[in-house]
């Protein structure tokens, strides 16, 4: 598996899925994470060595205490991460998850995309 380096000696997974890719939910742990199995969010950020936050994904409480008198505690709703390994990138063109494969082009320059399940020809995702 190949990595790379972050700040502090932490190491974060190669990963073909980018910040603000269109992800599905392919598997799940426990009883409670697998409601999240076939759900499709955006990808926030990248948490630790290898997991994502997906938006609306994988919803947990957070009980916070009031912090002042201008900030409120309460029960907070907010994104859990999720393992990359459960995650896959959703293409809306083919309504499922496909695998990410790297291609160079004609002119040499390496792009991302993934073959279309149905005729089976190369198909670039667009930067963003």
């Known amino acids: 598996m190949k990595t790379t380096n972050l700040k502090a000696g932490r190491r974060r997974v190669r990963s073909d899925i980018k910040v603000g890719d269109t ?13 999240n199995k076939g759900k499709t969010g955006k990808v926030l950020r990248f948490v630790g060595a290898d997991r994502v936050v997906v938006e609306g994904l994988n919803i947990v409480t957070r009980h916070k205490k009031a ?19 459960n995650v896959m990138y959703y293409s ?3 309504k499922a998850g496909v695998k990410v ?8 320059k390496k792009v991302r995309g993934y073959k ?13």
């Open 101 to 108: 494969v790297f291609q160079k082009l004609a002119d040499g």
């Open 92 to 94: 809306e063109k083919a």
């Open 23 to 35: 992800v599905i939910v392919i598997a799940g742990g426990n009883s409670k994470k697998r409601e």
């Open 67 to 85: 912090a002042g008198p201008d900030k409120l505690g309460g029960k907070i709703p907010m994104e859990a991460p999720i393992h990359m390994s």
């Open 116 to 128: 279309d399940p149905s005729s089976g020809k190369f198909v670039q995702i667009e930067s963003k």
